[in-house]
T-cell receptor, first 116, second 115 residues
């Protein structure tokens, strides 16, 4: 089956620093990737949709200058949390989809970010 | 507006018994897809089952089946012969109008399987 990896799986950073999270599709080409955040015991909240080679589309209320998304290749998308603050602490999950299926998407294992 | 409702915050089931997790949806589109995902404590989202709105039969995948009642706009997940490893959060989702892969999520149901 299709495999999506995320790196790192967890990260602790100091307030004011930036942190980059990578999402890779290991065995397929991902034309579209999605970035979600999830607070404890809550549902997933879509942050943005990224298509390879073009700018990401952010959901309403998500600061594009704070959450920088780069989908530079068909197997890699990155989310950079800039000038992180404690309220950015969350579980970040990516998912990836290819053109071979009209509805399937494959989720990464998630990255737990803690900002101190 | 499109919406997914899961009314059971938590459910308990005895090992080896069947359990039904409820999901209702709201959409005015004739074409849509419904999904169920499992999220264990490790955090990964595991795809379980998919039902297209035009599918004539209820979807089944091993011990998982989807009880699709279109007129009632419900898409309940049935897990047969529950196992301890089924303890997890379960999310129902629907793809958004105009974008088959953009999902609208329910709030989830926490399932605990008792030995």
């Amino acid at each position: 089956g299709a495999v999506v990896s995320q790196h790192p799986s967890w990260v602790i950073c100091k307030s004011g620093t930036s942190v980059k999270i990578e999402c890779r599709s290991l065995d397929f080409q991902a034309t579209t990737m999605f970035w979600y955040r999830q607070f404890p015991k809550q549902s997933l909240m879509l942050m943005a949709t990224s298509n390879e080679g073009s700018k990401a589309t952010y959901e309403q209320g998500v600061e594009k200058d704070k959450f920088l998304i780069n989908h530079a290749s068909l197997t890699l998308s990155t989310l950079t949390v800039t000038s992180a603050h404690p309220e950015d602490s969350s579980f970040y999950i990516c998912s990836a989809a290819s053109d071979s299926s009209s509805y399937e998407q494959y989720f990464g294992p998630g990255t737990r970010l803690t900002v101190t | 507006a499109q919406k997914i409702t899961q009314t059971q915050p938590g459910m308990f089931v005895q090992e080896k018994e069947a359990v039904t997790l409820d999901c209702t949806y709201d959409t005015s589109d004739p074409s849509y897809g419904l999904f169920w995902y499992k999220q264990p404590s490790s955090g990964e989202m595991i795809f379980l089952i998919y039902q297209g709105s035009y599918d004539q039969q209820n979807a089944t995948e091993g011990r998982y089946s989807l009880n699709f009642q279109k007129a009632r706009k419900s898409a309940n997940l049935v897990i047969s012969a529950s196992q301890l490893g089924d303890s997890a959060m379960y999310f129902c989702a629907m793809n958004q109008r105009g974008n088959n892969r953009k999902l609208i999520w329910g709030l989830g149901t926490s399932l605990a399987v008792n030995p």
